[in-house]
């Protein structure tokens, strides 16, 4: 039983996995969930715009931490996607 919620959740995840999935779900997904952000497609100043935004509502990580999300945003959910 456990193991198909967690193949059901893993189908509903619009993450794709990649490097820096991990951080965007430990920096992003504290106050909202990916289907937030995932709909949205965003060059890398518009990632960049929307996370200095998250920042000054209250996101917290380190100056590495948003950057690995700017990237990992821009490459899965860019404006060409």
């Known amino acids: 039983m456990l ?3 967690g193949m059901l959740a ?3 995840d619009p993450l ?3 490097e820096g999935k991990k951080v965007v779900q430990k920096i992003c ?3 909202h969930g990916p289907e937030d ?3 949205r497609h965003l060059d890398k100043e ?3 715009t929307v996370v200095s935004d998250m920042i000054l509502n209250g996101a917290t990580g380190t100056d590495q931490e948003f950057d690995i999300v700017v990237a990992y945003l821009t490459k899965h ?3 060409d996607m």
């Open 3 to 5: 193991a198909l919620a």
């Open 10 to 12: 893993a189908q509903d």
């Open 16 to 18: 794709p996995e990649a």
């Open 29 to 31: 997904n504290n106050c």
């Open 37 to 39: 952000y995932a709909k």
């Open 46 to 48: 518009g990632w960049e």
């Open 77 to 79: 959910f860019g404006k």
